[in-house]
């Protein structure tokens, strides 16, 4: 039972006595922020006041005085100008907990009408490696598609991987220029890798070349601009204006700074390596080389073709198994290859529809209220993603039919998905709910993406190895501590790393709020403490001690059916907890927000610490109270276990 919508609907038809349209008012019915005015709160006699022109208070009585809560909470309180109050009953809790004994599902109910929802997430380029920038993309989409799962949806995962990009043009060049055939033998994913980045490397520093002595003019230019205005002198009701001026002067000279700092460590980085060095002189067009590889690979070139078939299955293996590592899995992964063949019909229809028209020799669809156009083929016949996100939309909606596709994708990308939804609508999709589930950026400590110190993205691999390195530190330490001696062998050791290490990454990214950056760090994300995934996990194997300790039958202890109390303030407080599961999947659900989930896991195991230090369990006063103890103990490891699953962690019984 989900206690919130309950007590919302207790309040539905007497707010339909008031109002033609109770719904909004109903979202005011929520979980007090403040426990000692109880458990729930209703601020909406304010707010119906105003609509009705009267007085707050007088509308708050009417509506307790109407409410029929009685088997639920105490008499409801009324409190300042209208703010209502309510108390669940103990008894009433303790129902609801016993209904939990035996309900898979925890109480969360599934939904009353499925939709089909696809979810596009991940979408890395598989010519590459992936980095720490897929992290986010990832996690936030896999745990969007398990809870929607869990709540009965009919949900599609599509990983709309780039296999049919530039980078397959730079593999295509490495291999006929720089290849090891012997490493190419021995580790073809590896020497494809090389490949990739030594192309990639060598294109930088081409950019750098022409691109430094600009931004040493540019950078020029502005400390003069600065020097001339320091020596000026300016009267002093301009002053205001003129230090604003300089600030945001100084903040485009650091820009500059720091690009130009980027620019030539690519550049001596090349320059400082012999063999780097001539073949950036022997390839002095390498880019335009690499587009060339590419245009010819879309134009069915047959041996760029032939190569392609060659690398791709190396690169996908090298993809799935990092994401086996992660456990994580899609019912579809459709690249762009799949939709090639889709766009030049699609692009020519769109024309004669009038959609789309021809500007400057491109072909753009303009859109009324969106100022940028979105090019859908360019002067020179090729395509853009956006003409394969709307082959791949159309795709998507003659296959599946969906009710909703949400898009699990950077915040950078807001202005292209305003054009691609608007451009659904325009070919008739306007039934379909489209959604970009934006996030944002993972930073290091000082504030910038997160790189390596050498100043390159960090691989999602390397990022993996090294939080379970730190995992399995923190596990040996914790179990040479114990004062019984190590209980865990080594292979016990590393499997409880790689399922800590890899819980504490996911864990720190999906707690932070989707839409904002955060500061990543190995040593708050693996924390025994705080809302790290650590921490949950811990919570949940000090459960099974306790269960291991008082030799407890977990399946017989639930076949007993209860009773359970709740007499002790901690008890109530754990038990409350236990229940509010439910509404925290409907907050996931609201708005995408994986966060909602880890902070509602964090606030149930911090009532379960506290329960733990003041109620014994196994040490209870008679074999009732134990029993309810125990009780209470497997509620709070099942909810745990549950909410980790939906957010992919694994739970561990020993730590």
């Known amino acids: 039972m989900n206690i919130l919508e309950e007590l919302r609907a207790r309040f539905r038809p007497v707010l339909a006595r008031l109002t033609p349209d109770p719904e909004p008012y109903l979202k005011l019915v929520r979980t007090t922020q403040d426990e000692r005015l109880g458990d729930y709160q209703a601020d909406l006699a304010m707010p119906l006041a105003k609509a009705l022109r009267r007085k707050p208070r007088e509308i708050a009585e009417e509506i307790v005085a109407a409410l029929d809560v009685a088997d639920m909470a105490h008499p409801p309180e009324i409190a300042g100008p209208g703010f209502i109050n309510f108390r669940l009953r103990e008894e009433y809790l303790e129902k609801c907990l016993q209904s939990l004994l035996d309900d898979r599902r925890l109480g969360v109910p599934p939904v009353e009408k499925a939709e089909t929802i696809i979810i596009d997430y991940s979408a890395p380029n598989v010519a590459k490696?992936?980095?720490?920038?897929?992290?986010?993309?990832?996690?936030?989409?896999?745990?969007?598609?398990?809870?929607?799962?869990?709540?009965?949806?009919?949900?599609?995962?599509?990983?709309?991987?780039?296999?049919?990009?530039?980078?397959?043009?730079?593999?295509?060049?490495?291999?006929?220029?720089?290849?090891?055939?012997?490493?190419?033998?021995?580790?073809?994913?590896?020497?494809?890798?090389?490949?990739?980045?030594?192309?990639?490397?060598?294109?930088?520093?081409?950019?750098?070349?022409?691109?430094?002595?600009?931004?040493?003019?540019?950078?020029?230019?502005?400390?003069?601009?600065?020097?001339?205005?320091?020596?000026?002198?300016?009267?002093?009701?301009?002053?205001?204006?003129?230090?604003?001026?300089?600030?945001?002067?100084?903040?485009?000279?650091?820009?500059?700074?720091?690009?130009?700092?980027?620019?030539?460590?690519?550049?001596?980085?090349?320059?400082?390596?012999?063999?780097?060095?001539?073949?950036?002189?022997?390839?002095?067009?390498?880019?335009?080389?690499?587009?060339?590889?590419?245009?010819?690979?879309?134009?069915?070139?047959?041996?760029?073709?032939?190569?392609?078939?060659?690398?791709?299955?190396?690169?996908?293996?090298?993809?799935?198994?990092?994401?086996?590592?992660?456990?994580?899995?899609?019912?579809?992964?459709?690249?762009?290859?799949?939709?090639?063949?889709?766009?030049?019909?699609?692009?020519?229809?769109?024309?004669?529809?009038?959609?789309?028209?021809?500007?400057?020799?491109?072909?753009?669809?303009?859109?009324?209220?969106?100022?940028?156009?979105?090019?859908?083929?360019?002067?020179?016949?090729?395509?853009?993603?956006?003409?394969?996100?709307?082959?791949?939309?159309?795709?998507?909606?003659?296959?599946?039919?969906?009710?909703?596709?949400?898009?699990?994708?950077?915040?950078?990308?807001?202005?292209?998905?305003?054009?691609?939804?608007?451009?659904?609508?325009?070919?008739?999709?306007?039934?379909?709910?489209?959604?970009?589930?934006?996030?944002?950026?993972?930073l290091g400590e000082d504030g910038r993406p997160f790189k390596t110190r050498e100043g390159d993205v960090v691989g999602l691999e390397s990022l993996l190895d090294e939080a379970v390195r730190r995992a399995y530190q923190i596990v040996c330490a914790n179990d040479d501590a114990k004062p019984t001696g190590p209980e865990l062998s080594e292979e016990e050791r590393r499997r409880i790393a790689e399922v800590v290490g890899i819980g504490a990454l996911k864990y720190a990214d999906l707690s932070q709020n989707r839409t904002s950056d955060y500061v990543f760090s190995y040593d708050k994300m693996l924390a025994m403490t705080g809302n790290t995934g650590t921490y949950m996990q811990y919570a949940y194997a000090r459960i099974q001690n306790i269960f291991a300790k008082g030799g407890v039958d977990v399946s017989t202890l639930r076949k007993l059916d209860g009773p359970i109390h709740l007499k002790h303030p901690a008890e109530r407080a754990l038990g409350r907890e236990i229940l509010r599961f439910p509404e925290a999947i409907q907050l996931v659900l609201e708005d995408y927000r994986p966060n909602q989930l880890t902070g509602y896991l964090f606030s149930l195991a911090n009532r379960f610490s506290t329960f733990y230090e003041s109620c014994p369990v196994l040490q209870a006063a008679d074999s009732e109270e134990r029993q309810s103890r125990l009780l209470l103990c497997d509620l709070t490891a099942r909810v745990i276990r549950q909410g980790l699953e939906l957010l992919g962690i694994e739970v561990v019984n020993r730590m």
């Open 129 to 442: 490696p992936m980095h720490v920038g897929h992290i986010r993309s990832t996690v936030i989409g896999d745990a969007i598609y398990r809870t929607l799962r869990f709540v009965g949806h009919h949900v599609i995962s599509d990983n709309h991987i780039g296999d049919w990009g530039t980078q397959f043009g730079m593999i295509i060049y490495g291999y006929r220029h720089f290849l090891d055939e012997e490493a190419y033998r021995k580790n073809p994913v590896a020497e494809l890798a090389r490949l990739y980045r030594l192309v990639r490397q060598l294109i930088d520093y081409q950019e750098a070349v022409q691109k430094i002595a600009e931004l040493e003019t540019r950078l020029q230019a502005k400390e003069r601009e600065l020097a001339e205005g320091d020596s000026n002198q300016v009267p002093a009701a301009a002053a205001k204006k003129e230090d604003k001026k300089r600030r945001e002067l100084q903040k485009e000279m650091e820009e500059l700074r720091e690009e130009l700092e980027e620019l030539r460590r690519k550049r001596a980085a090349v320059e400082g390596d012999p063999t780097l060095y001539e073949w950036a002189k022997a390839h002095p067009n390498i880019e335009q080389d690499v587009l060339q590889e590419t245009a010819k690979l879309h134009a069915g070139d047959e041996e760029n073709l032939r190569l392609w078939r060659e690398f791709l299955p190396h690169s996908l293996d090298e993809m799935n198994r990092i994401y086996r590592r992660l456990g994580i899995r899609f019912d579809y992964t459709l690249g762009e290859s799949f939709y090639h063949d889709r766009l030049g019909p699609l692009v020519e229809e769109l024309l004669q529809k009038g959609l789309a028209r021809e500007s400057e020799g491109a072909v753009c669809i303009f859109f009324p209220d969106i100022e940028t156009p979105m090019i859908i083929r360019k002067q020179d016949g090729a395509f853009l993603y956006a003409t394969t996100d709307l082959a791949t939309l159309r795709y998507r909606m003659e296959t599946w039919n969906p009710d909703a596709i949400l898009y699990v994708v950077d915040f950078r990308q807001s202005l292209h998905f305003r054009q691609l939804f608007a451009a659904a609508r325009m070919m008739g999709y306007d039934r379909v709910k489209l959604v970009h589930v934006s996030f944002g950026t993972v």
